[in-house]
């Protein structure tokens, strides 16, 4: 029963850490200035849902 549901878990966590790893290569690859527009975009990103979660009161409940 463990080993049942466990397989198909452990396949997803692969490959959702493939697919970031290809992510993070492709990154790697990509120009400096490039790096560092996504790199601020998604410090302006994070940034962006904390003020929405501090305005609203808080965080998840």
Do not use: C, F
Not at 8 to 18: G, H, K, N, T, Y
Not at 33 to 55: D, E, F, M, N, P
């Amino acid at each position: 029963m463990i080993t049942t549901s466990a397989r198909p878990i452990a396949s997803a966590v692969v490959l959702r850490v493939e697919s970031e790893a290809d992510i993070m290569n492709s990154n790697l690859m990509a120009p400096r200035w490039l790096r560092h527009y996504l790199v601020t975009q998604r410090v302006a990103g994070i940034k962006r849902h904390q003020r929405r979660a501090s305005a609203t009161g808080g965080g998840r409940s």
